[in-house]
């Protein structure tokens, strides 16, 4: 019997890599098929803790219509354990903090052996950064200095270390914060240690106007955001002066802009944005059924744009006896 070439056995399991039933099927048909089949089965994955199905309704929120395969992180620390080699494959990791001791060191092992990560998602569920065991926490500082990352979410994290952030966008392509504080810097640290610019940096994520959010980006120690052309930021009232100073900081760079506008009670102004192509509004309306006071007044000072989209945030009205 002829031999199929791996590169054609390849490319038949590539065909595959969104059904999970046939790449399952593929991998036990034949040992060929066995390495291309676990390469896609295993290159997302959520890991939860072991009462994941009593979070709450902010808890479950992140992972809200998401797709990736789930695991506890114990039975995922355990299959890693009997099978190493699998962590290879994984490149895009979503983990949620534990609160529970023996969820620790599972946790730290596994980071520990997934040494290819692309694309790393930390839910924090509110846990506090200085609550960690040092071990768990010095695990996903490693993942933070690997230079073959590329993008980094921080969802509902308390106390993150600003260096360890600030570092990190000299090499990552794509940075995500919501609801997220940072510990203070080290004002000890040398000059040297800190990266001039973020020379991959092209999408950067604010998506709560959180003061601790813009006073990390907006700190005499970050980097350069040179490269920046692609933004999403949330501007309350309260931010606006925050976010005029950073839109103005990548005025040069910046192509396509989204703002979320809360209410839009007052108009909004941007800075000269003489590249910018694309600019989204999202403006929340709740029960209200007419235009907001400030919306007039920011579509006619908005800069020349190829594209505007406005998307109204509504809630729907109950009605009696229905």
């Not at 994984?90 to 983990?95: G, H, P, S």
């Not at 490693?142 to 980094?152: C, G, K, T």
Request: aromatic letters at 6%; charged letters at 20%; proline letters at 8%.
């Amino acid at each position: 019997m002829a031999t199929v070439p791996h590169e054609l056995i390849a490319a038949i399991v590539d065909e595959l890599e969104d059904d999970r039933e046939s790449l399952k099927a593929c991998s036990m048909v034949a040992t060929a098929f066995c390495p291309p089949s676990q390469r896609h089965l295993f290159r997302s994955m959520w890991l939860h803790r072991a009462n994941w199905q009593f979070y709450t309704v902010a808890q479950q929120a992140p992972h809200r219509g998401t797709s990736i395969p789930s695991g506890t992180i114990r039975r995922v620390s355990s299959l890693l354990s009997e099978s190493p080699h699998l962590a290879i494959y994984v490149r895009d990791l979503t983990i949620d903090l534990p609160d529970s001791a023996d969820e620790d060191v599972p946790l730290e092992q596994i980071l520990q052996a997934v040494l290819n990560l692309e694309r790393f998602v930390i839910s924090g569920l509110f846990v506090r950064w200085g609550d960690l065991p040092l071990p768990l926490a010095s695990a996903i500082l490693d993942i933070f200095a690997r230079p073959a990352l590329e993008r980094l979410h921080l969802l509902n994290m308390q106390g993150v270390p600003a260096p360890a952030v600030l570092r990190v966008l000299s090499f990552v392509r794509v940075l995500s914060i919501d609801h997220t504080t940072f510990a203070e810097e080290d004002e000890g640290s040398s000059e040297s240690a800190w990266p001039l610019s973020a020379p991959r940096l092209h999408h950067l994520i604010l998506s709560t106007s959180i003061p601790p959010t813009y006073a990390l980006m907006l700190s005499p120690r970050a980097p350069r955001l040179t490269h920046l052309k692609k933004v999403l930021l949330r501007v309350d009232i309260s931010a606006r002066p925050h976010a005029e100073r950073l839109l103005s900081s990548i005025a040069d760079t910046l192509e396509e802009l989204e703002l979320d506008c809360g209410d839009l009670s007052s108009p909004l102004h941007l800075p000269n944005l003489p590249n910018l192509r694309s600019l989204t509004l999202r403006i929340f309306r709740g029960l209200a059924r007419h235009l907001p006071n400030g919306f007039a007044q920011t579509l006619s000072a908005l800069p020349r744009i190829a594209a505007l989209t406005l998307i109204f945030a509504i809630q729907t009205r109950l009605v009696e006896g229905m």
